[in-house]
Each structure stands twice: as C-alpha cells, then as structure tokens.
C-alpha cells in the first residue's frame, strides 16, 4: 500500500460524500482510505456505508465521540500506506492529486508539502502557497522549521503526506487533550524527525470553509490556556529532538507571543463588555508572562511589549478598531 488517506468525520452528512468521491474516484489499488466516524448523529453513517459498498478500498471505523484528534489517532493505527494524508470532511483534493504524488514521491523525501486553496459557497477566496523548496541536510531542516513556523505553513495537517515509518518509530500521535493547534504540534513534531523534506508547487487540496459553526469562528473560553500548552508540548519535542541551534527555540518564542494575538482578537467575537475583556486580556498577559519566554530578534521583542507591559486596553482598543474594518 502507498497511501494511507484518514478522514476524520463528525455529522457531514452534506459533504462528506463529495469528500470520498474526490479520492476513492480515482480507482487507485494502492491507496487506502479510512473514514473515522467521530459518533456522528445525523446522516453521515448511512452515507459512509453506501460510498464503502460503492468502492472496495474504504475502511470504515464508527467509534464514540472524542474529537478530531482521537478520531485521526485511531486512523492512524490502522494506516498500512508509506504514506500518509489527511483530510478533513468538509473539505476535498483534485481528481489527479495522487498521480501528482507519484510524480513527486520519486524524490523519497519524508515530507510533503503542496498549495491549497480556501473557498465559502463555491467560490475560490484564497490560494495558499510557499516557494518550492527542496531540504535534506540538517542546517537546511532547521530553517524550514523556523520558516514554517513563523509563516504557519505547518498550522494545518492537511496538503501534506508523511511517511508512515517516522510517524511509527516516533510514536507521534495527536494530542487528544488539545482541542486547537493539534495540527500544528503534530506537523511540528514531525518535521523535527525527518531528513529530506519537499515543499512543492501543485495545488491539491481544497478547503472549505462555508460552514459558519466552525469552531475557531466562535469565541473561546479557554484559549489562552490552549495556546500555553501548544507552546509547551512544541518546546518539550525540540528539547528531545537533535536539533541543537537556538534558531528553532527562537521561533517558538516568536510563537509564543503571536498567540497572545490571537487570544485578544479571539475576545472580539465574544460579547463582552469593555471592562471584562479587559479582566480577561490582564489574566491572559500574566499567563503569558508566567513562562518567561525571551524575545528573540527585534519583531519579537515589539510585539511582546504589550504583553509584558500589560497594555491591555490599547491592544483591545486595537482589535476593536482592526476588526470593523475589514
């Protein structure tokens, strides 16, 4: 077998038959494609049955409900592919992405990394991609690391195949306690384990992002506690790793203090009042503060300023302002 494809599904029952249909469509012997379904309550069962006796290559596993991260970890256990790739539900790849992979995948690299577009409704919004790149000396992995980090081309799992045998002689699984930035802390796991790395310029990957009950479109009660404890289990992998140089370490500094951002423009699809997002932002900056992380470089010693200086009702007042006018 050569690619493994986990889907993990949780009440999909309008897309996930698209899902399907954009790989198992292909009639490839070589590819596996396995659908977790997450206790789904709706309609998806009775779809997932009807696409497995559609096509042969489908196994299908219902487990009870415990979240992506859980659900993708037992795909994994059951993957027999070289490789692996992730997709989510709603979401679905090109209809020749696999003889792209066969193209690519002459190199033997580890890692993967191909162009995605976002699109709502239909409509392409966005095409995400980065300069091709080819990596296999350890200088060049831990400049990838560092750039992958700081530009968040590793913040989703997705538009990406790894090879099957580091994910199993690493023991590197999802983290079921996180329920954001679990993407990212596998990807960066990863990377920190593979020699020859391949970012490529094909699009493949299509997400989307219609659906409006999203959970990162709603506001977060315990976010900043989330995004520490991203940070932590990213520094505890470096630290095993045989990366030795400060540069990696350097970027999850620089991590460290985005994500306080992306806790104060999370409070601005709350309806709190003034005063109690500003109680909050105060809780989250000594959070912050409490890891002393140092700043590295003078981008990331600017943007810790508020943190540290516990500017709260700029930064607010900031985010206010930012997110009216787009």
């Known amino acids: 077998m050569k690619?493994?494809?986990i889907i993990p599904v949780y009440n999909?029952?309008?897309?996930?038959?698209?899902?399907?249909?954009s790989i198992a469509s292909q009639e490839r012997t070589d590819v596996e494609i396995i659908v977790i379904n997450d206790g789904s309550t709706d309609m998806t069962e009775s779809i997932c049955n009807r696409m497995q006796n559609k096509y042969n290559n489908i196994v299908y596993i219902y487990k009870e409900n415990g979240g992506v991260s859980s659900a993708r970890n037992l795909g994994l256990s059951a993957a027999k592919g070289k490789?692996?790739?992730?997709?989510?539900?709603?979401?679905?790849?090109?209809?020749?992405?696999?003889?792209?992979?066969d193209s690519y995948t002459q190199s033997d690299?580890?890692?993967?990394?191909?162009?995605?577009?976002?699109?709502?409704?239909?409509?392409?919004?966005?095409?995400?991609s980065w300069p091709e790149r080819y990596v296999n000396t350890e200088s060049e992995r831990e400049a990838f690391i560092v750039e992958s980090v700081v530009t968040r081309s590793i913040n989703s799992c997705w538009a990406k195949l790894y090879r099957r045998e580091i994910i199993?002689?690493?023991g590197l699984r999802f983290y079921e306690e996180l329920s954001m930035g679990e993407d990212l802390t596998f990807v960066f796991t990863f990377?920190?384990?593979?020699?020859?790395?391949?970012?490529?310029?094909?699009?493949?990957?299509?997400?989307?992002v219609t659906?409006?009950?999203?959970?990162?479109?709603?506001?977060?009660e315990k976010l900043p506690e989330q995004k520490i404890l991203v940070y932590e289990k990213m520094l505890n992998a470096l630290e095993k790793s045989n990366i030795k140089g400060e540069s990696v370490k350097n970027s999850l500094a620089w991590l460290h203090y985005r994500n306080a951002y992306s806790v104060v423009n999370d409070l601005t699809k709350s309806n709190l009042g003034f005063l109690e997002r500003r109680k909050k932002l105060l809780t989250m900056c000594n959070l912050f503060n409490s890891k002393k992380v140092a700043p590295v470089g003078l981008k990331c010693k600017i943007i810790s300023i508020p943190i540290k200086f516990k500017l709260v009702t700029i930064v607010d007042v900031a985010f206010q302002v930012i997110n009216k006018l787009r």
């Open 3 to 5: 690619y493994s494809v």
């Open 211 to 220: 659906n409006k009950e999203s959970l990162s479109r709603r506001y977060r």
């Open 12 to 21: 999909s029952e309008k897309t996930i038959k698209r899902c399907i249909d």
């Open 109 to 128: 690299a580890d890692y993967y990394q191909f162009v995605f577009s976002i699109e709502a409704n239909g409509t392409v919004k966005k095409v995400i």
């Open 168 to 170: 199993e002689k690493t």
């Open 191 to 208: 990377l920190l384990s593979a020699d020859k790395i391949e970012r490529i310029d094909s699009r493949i990957y299509f997400a989307d």
């Open 83 to 101: 490789y692996v790739m992730f997709i989510d539900s709603d979401d679905y790849v090109d209809g020749k992405c696999f003889e792209i992979f």
